[in-house]
């Protein structure tokens, strides 16, 4: 796979998407997994798939439509779950199929012949372009640095919200902000994992950096490495195999979270 990384450009671009998802998975997906957010998150991620089909539909780059959609859609489920309360849930799933409806619908009413959408919906690792890595990596310093400027404000928010309150800190600012990140996160993710996938590696990776520590630091780190390493295993199995990129990597995913926790349950 090594001679593969030094001569062909995909391959390349496929290592690059890799690092980046990995560097966001491992930071918002640690929040998502404390704030217990993760079917917000899969609602966000469905609701995208809503401007891909636009983008395609309107003839601009798809991830584009996709950020828009995402991040329209994280901070309508925002005002409407903080009113909706016991119903949120259902809020949620509407914001979910309505994405994927408008995302169907858009596709066919391209007068001529539809893209293969697969890539979008279960992700193809291998086929990320350059656009998709600028767009990857914007998004990836814009997450990187804001949890970095705001890490205390973070922590205090995640682990003691109603002493935070207390404090002063903007709790409701926070709320919206994060929900924003994870729009962008669900993006970066997209073209890995795809739009269907996408919430098993955002989750597996920080669920087992749980296991292993109670500092927010260290979980971010160990599920960044986690992440890394079952995006690269994935990706070797993949290539050599000729299997699904996305599939493969979520598979993995999902068998590291059930040996991280078998061996939590052990230790207990």
Known sequence: MLDAILDYQFMQNAIIAMILASIVCGIIGVII????????????????????????????????????????????????????????????????????A??????GLMPSYPPDMN????????????????????????????????Y?????????????????LRTNFLEFLLLILIALTVVVLIRVAGIIL????????AAIAKFCSNNLKSRMIISIILGMLICYVGLWISYNFNLASGATIVILSGIAYLIGYIISLKKK
Do not use: C, Q
């Open 33 to 100: 997994v404390e704030k217990k957010m993760v079917m917000l998150s899969g609602g966000i991620a469905h609701t995208s798939y809503g401007g891909v089909g636009l983008g395609y539909l309107m003839g601009f780059e798809p991830i584009i439509g996709a950020i828009i959609f995402s991040v329209l859609s994280a901070l309508g489920i925002g005002v409407v779950n903080k009113r909706a309360g016991k119903d949120s849930d259902i809020i949620i799933a509407m914001f979910w199929s309505i994405g994927m």
């Open 102 to 107: 408008l995302g169907i619908i858009f596709i």
């Open 119 to 150: 890539s979008y919906l279960f992700g193809n690792i291998l086929s990320v372009t350059k656009v998709d890595l600028i767009a990857m990596a914007v998004m990836s310093v814009i997450i990187v640095a804001v949890t970095i400027i705001l």
């Open 152 to 168: 205390n404000d973070w922590k205090a928010f995640l682990f003691d919200p109603e002493f935070s309150r207390i404090r002063g």
């Open 198 to 205: 996408v919430i098993a590696l955002l989750t597996a990776p």
